[in-house]
């Protein structure tokens, strides 16, 4: 049943009201059971208190990616959702994250995306090797120096890719630690569902600091012209795209590499360790790895939720979505839908990769994907090879960074 203007009624089952998995942070460890429930029941579901909708099923959430109905311009949906007290804020930085790429629609995301690539293209992202390789190595020679312990997510899995990132961009290296609180403030903001007052504060924080930043550096590279992405953007022409457009995108590319590749290393370790037939499978046919990031992409998909906005009134799946309301696409969900994947529950390093939604799908898919792979890969041969007998810390705990949109562990120690 439909109400009006606002969606089902709920009254089904508990798990469709104060049940539903985002309500219970309990359920975010394991909200799979939930996720099947809904891709039966409910494939789609408006939320009442959340005012959103859910998609569950792989075909529909794959159709919706590219759905021109939808629009990925979603920063007034998260305005108007941030809490009246901070909204004064946020509008203050709102125009700099509407300009990101991945919230821009045709023509213009288009546009922003062929810019992107002039320094972010398959070629430049192969040449990293070699850098990926050695921040791998000195990563992993800190850890070898302080004992026999590490933590695989903290030590190694986020530190990697937002060092290799970092370098590429040419962010000077004593300014590391900052851009990866930035990037945690940033991901808070977006990735926690409800928006609060306090993740919207911090997040506009950073990203006036990080304005401010990155104009400065642009104006550096434009009176001291050096060989890294830094330096290419400062040079685009401005007839193709704006200065606030550049130090916006700067901003999104810095942003976006850290806690999803610290999430597929961290998964991947984490279901090799706890999956000790499909770890030994690996040990004996190094050549699974890739197979072995594809499945883990899947099974436990470091993005779980990405929001599209609606632009009309349309019927999809014998309901009713209005024009402004926010449609929440589950990649966690779609990746065990067994309508698309043969016995998706069960984690297999030799499963015939492809086909998972994990760097998104259409027009919008990830343009990190493959720098994202490739650290993970690099990484991964790296540890296993240097630390082959790693196993979990039983001494201590692990942390787990899962909220409506993310998938990780935060902290995963292992002793070798």
Avoid at 132 to 150: K, M, N, P, S, T
Avoid at 304 to 312: D, K, Q
Wanted: aromatic content about 10%; charged content about 30%.
């Amino acid at each position: 049943m439909t109400v009006d203007g606002a969606g089902p009624v709920e009254s089904r089952d508990e798990r469709e009201g104060a049940g539903f998995f985002l309500n219970v942070p309990e359920k975010l460890d394991d909200p799979f059971p939930d996720l099947a429930y809904f891709r039966e029941k409910r494939p789609v579901f408006f939320h009442k208190g959340l005012g959103q909708w859910f998609v569950f099923r792989y075909e529909d959430v794959a159709a919706l990616f590219s759905d021109p109905r939808l629009s990925a311009d979603r920063m007034k949906g998260f305005v108007d959702a941030a809490p009246a007290s901070v909204r004064d804020d946020l509008r203050l930085v709102a125009p700099y994250l509407e300009m990101f790429a991945l919230m821009n629609d045709e023509p213009d995301h288009s546009r922003l995306r062929k810019f992107l690539r002039l320094g972010f293209n398959p070629q430049k992202i192969r040449a990293l090797r070699g850098d990926i390789q050695r921040i791998a190595d000195e990563l992993l020679d800190r850890v070898e120096e302080r004992g026999r312990r590490v933590d695989v997510s903290e030590d190694y899995g986020f530190l990697l890719p937002a060092y290799v990132l970092s370098d590429f961009m040419g962010f000077p290296e004593e300014d590391r630690g900052r851009v990866l609180q930035w990037s945690l403030d940033f991901i808070g903001f977006f990735n926690v569902v409800p928006i609060t007052a306090e993740t919207t504060r911090s997040m506009v924080e950073s990203a006036r600091e990080m304005i401010f930043y990155t104009r400065e550096l642009l104006e550096e590279r434009r009176r001291e012209p050096r060989d890294d992405f830094l330096g290419l953007l400062a040079n685009v022409k401005t007839d193709e795209v704006s200065e606030d457009e550049i130090v916006a995108n700067a901003m999104l590319l810095l942003l976006a590499g850290h806690v999803a590749p610290r999430n597929l290393i961290g998964n991947t370790v984490y279901l090799l360790l706890t999956h000790p037939e499909q770890f030994e499978l690996l040990r004996d046919e190094p050549g699974l790895l890739r197979g072995a990031l594809e499945e883990s992409l899947r099974y436990e998909p470091p993005v779980t939720l990405i929001p599209r906005i609606a632009l009309e009134d349309f019927e999809f799946g014998g309901e009713r979505i209005r024009a402004g309301q926010i449609v929440q696409l589950s990649i966690a969900s779609a990746n065990r839908d067994e309508r698309r994947f043969t016995d998706p529950d069960r984690f297999d390093i030799t499963k015939k990769p492809g086909g998972a939604l994990s760097f998104g799908h259409g027009p919008h898919g990830c343009l990190g994907a493959l720098l994202a792979m490739q650290e993970a890969e690099i990484s991964l041969q790296t540890l296993l090879r240097r630390m082959p007998d790693i196993r979990l810390d039983e001494e201590r705990e692990i942390v787990w960074y899962r909220n409506a949109a993310n998938r990780g562990p935060e902290s995963l120690p292992l002793v070798f």
